[in-house]
């Protein structure tokens, strides 16, 4: 998860900006005024939405993060989960990032490991790249063109490497006739990727892509050195071309990451890299979590995904200077698997949608305020083609049941007595479990028994996202959510429902949806160089998709977030799904 992007700048001009891009809104932010800042005093609330809160060049100390969840990988090419994203801005680089800015301005594209954005030519159809001088493994090694080919290359190993977003596979070899590096042991490797030197690399599509460059700013676009590639076991540690580099990693307890002395802040034009020391810690009780966070014990809760009812109660009354109210592009759905009996049956699914109480699970997500606005369709507002589609009628009922269309719907399914399914729920995010438990009562009222099936979701990727395993567990029903990976239906939808997207391990379609018009509406969409126009197709291909019954989105999220009083350069990105933009962040010794 994941994040929302655009490609509106050319560049970003040299270290120095990025100090003067935190200074310049302090006001705005509401920190010390000479731009120094860090004081250990707290910001005030919603400073860090407003601008940045508690703008600082200061370097040292320790930053500290906690969450219920650890990272699905820390593999680059492996990582979907969007504050796994945001971490992984410590120790991985890409040709192309984003910008050190608050607010929209965070999701502009600028150069990272490359010199400059991507030359474009052939029709749209090649991207060539320059890359800086003095960038560096944490060996002190250059990080070369063949290094970032060798680790996109990585990609196409989906039997190792799983979990990660399929874009890059698509636009550069979308008969997929690469079979990875592990495989494929030719010197050429992947055909669609030129190395004509170490310092320049060619990208060559299939067909044009206008969000080609946002794919290469995903942690999936990030080197890899190919004599410290370990697979699957990569992910336990990662060999860094960016400020920190791993010095532990246990997973699902906790992570230390120190300095990477061989990282040059002349070579990057957007990390901060301010404390010495980074560390996570993975606790799975969500309310002591926030007991931490209140206490000072910790600085950032890193999944970023709410406080839970007593924590932001707590919080808001007695500490509301900590806290921003952070309104972002996720949707909170359900996921209805058409390969489960009875969903294989458009009117079964039909029947979840108008049975379900979505003001229950509203209040459960914490209201309007801490949960979000009841979603009628799953488009995010900030996409362009959004609308308000509410194909049943969720807005004209107030977000009650409609339980006469819903046993009209069971009756049409040939199951006018209801029937038996299960709903997966991660146990580690917060309310989702006790949303399923809402969804499963609300139910209950028309026939449907649904039982809750807990699991962890660091486990999400092989459970959920195995086509496989969730048939074999009849999981009819799977509760989650969705960020856009960049703003465009492309980057919110694709994943979800385009059919060709479809795989054996670390799926994301897990309704497993694959319609013909559905995926030519993708297709439409991306030969559309005007962005208004792309709306329109992503418009209809919102509404076939609603009209399927394939998902049930229930919340636009918003959600209370917490940063301690040492915390300096907080500040909420669009690239980041409204999260903190983690790489920039400082702290008080």
């Not at 109660?313 to 500490?319: C, D, M, S, V």
């Not at 979603?375 to 049941?401: C, F, Q």
């Amino acid at each position: 998860m994941t994040p929302q992007r655009s490609s509106r700048t050319r560049r970003i001009a040299g270290a120095a900006l990025v100090v003067a891009a935190l200074t310049a809104t302090a006001a705005c932010g509401g920190g010390s005024k000479d731009g120094d800042g860090g004081d250990g005093k707290a910001a005030g609330y919603n400073a860090g939405v407003k601008g940045i809160a508690n703008p600082s060049a200061k370097k040292g100390g320790t930053l500290k993060f906690i969450g219920k969840q650890d990272f699905d990988s820390t593999d680059p090419q492996r990582q979907y989960y969007g504050f796994a994203w945001d971490l992984s801005r410590f120790y991985a680089r890409q040709l192309v990032s984003y910008a050190p800015k608050p607010g929209a301005a965070g999701a502009e594209l600028v150069p990272d490991l490359a010199k400059a954005k991507g030359v474009v030519s052939n029709g749209g159809k090649t991207y060539t790249y320059e890359l800086r001088d003095d960038i560096t493994w944490e060996d002190g090694s250059p990080i070369t063109a063949q290094d970032i080919k060798y680790g996109i290359e990585r990609l196409w190993a989906t039997d190792v490497i799983t979990g990660g977003p399929g874009y890059l596979r698509q636009v550069l070899d979308p008969k997929t006739t690469y079979k990875g590096p592990y495989k494929d042991k030719s010197a050429a490797g992947l055909k669609a990727i030129e190395t004509p030197d170490a310092k320049t690399i060619v990208f060559n599509l299939a067909s044009p892509n206008g969000d080609f460059e946002q794919m290469l700013a995903m942690p999936a676009g990030s080197p890899v050195k190919k004599e410290k590639d370990t697979a699957a076991k990569y992910q336990l540690k990662p060999f860094s071309s960016g400020p920190y580099k791993f010095e532990s990693y246990t997973p699902k307890k906790s992570a230390v990451l120190v300095r990477n002395d061989k990282w040059q802040k002349s070579s990057d034009p957007i990390r901060a890299a301010l404390p010495d020391k980074v560390t996570i810690t993975v606790n799975s009780n969500i309310e002591a979590i926030d007991e931490l966070l209140i206490k000072g014990e910790y600085d950032v809760d890193m999944n970023a995904t709410g406080m839970s009812q007593a924590g932001r109660t707590k919080a808001l009354k007695q500490h509301k200077d900590n806290v921003d109210n952070i309104e972002t592009s996720f949707i909170r759905y359900v996921d209805i698997a058409t390969k489960v009996k009875p969903f294989d049956d458009i009117e079964c699914r039909k029947a979840v949608i108008y049975a379900a109480d979505y003001q229950s699970m509203q209040k459960v997500r914490g209201g309007p305020d801490a949960g979000g606005d009841i979603a009628t369709n799953m488009l995010p507002k900030s996409i362009k083609g959004s609308d308000g589609y509410d194909p049943y009628g969720i807005l004209a009922r107030e977000g009650k049941p409609d339980i006469a269309k819903a046993k009209a719907a069971l009756k049409a399914c040939g199951k006018p007595d209801g029937f038996s399914t299960n709903i997966s729920a991660r146990i580690n995010n917060p309310g989702e479990v006790q949303t399923a438990e809402a969804l499963q009562q609300s139910l209950q009222a028309v026939g449907i028994k649904a039982e809750v099936d807990t699991i962890d979701g660091a486990e999400a990727a092989s459970i959920t996202g195995s086509p496989a395993m969730v048939k074999k567990r009849g999981l009819g029903l799977i509760m989650t959510g969705w960020g856009p990976d960049f703003p465009t239906g492309q980057g919110f939808s694709q994943p979800l429902v385009d059919g060709r997207f479809i795989v054996p391990n670390g799926n994301f379609n897990v309704s497993e949806t694959n319609d013909p018009k559905i995926n030519k509406f993708f297709d439409d969409a991306l030969k559309e160089t005007d962005p208004a126009k792309a709306g329109e197709i992503y418009k209809e291909m919102n509404h076939a998709v609603a009209d399927l019954a394939v998902q049930m989105p229930f919340i636009y999220e918003k959600n209370f977030t917490w940063r301690s009083s040492r915390v300096t350069n907080a500040y909420s990105t669009a690239a980041y799904n409204g999260r903190y933009d983690y790489v920039s962040l400082g702290v008080v010794k």
